[in-house]
């Protein structure tokens, strides 16, 4: 009786762990696209140093995909179940 009664306790904490989780992925993804944008638009001297450009845009622009891709497999995963 009492280990059913456990393990039923630890499979509520895992779904809750899981969700928490996600929370924190999708926060993290976000405050990444936020960086993102403004390593991207945060340049004053815009036709100045064209490969130090270069290099803020690569930056921001994987800063931004990848976040993007975290939030949707965050997404098709909670979709699935």
């Known amino acids: 009786m009492e280990q059913s009664n456990l393990k039923e306790k630890k499979l ?21 696209i936020i960086i993102g944008f403004m390593y991207g638009i945060d340049n004053g001297n815009a036709a100045g140093d ?10 921001s622009f994987s800063l931004i ?10 997404y098709n995963r909670k979709k699935n179940k």
């Open 50 to 59: 064209s490969l130090q450009n270069v290099r803020y845009g690569m930056f």
């Open 65 to 74: 995909i990848s976040s993007t891709l975290l939030i949707i497999s965050v």
């Open 12 to 32: 509520k904490l895992r779904k809750k762990l899981l969700v928490i989780r996600d929370i924190i992925l999708v926060m993290m993804a976000i405050f990444f």
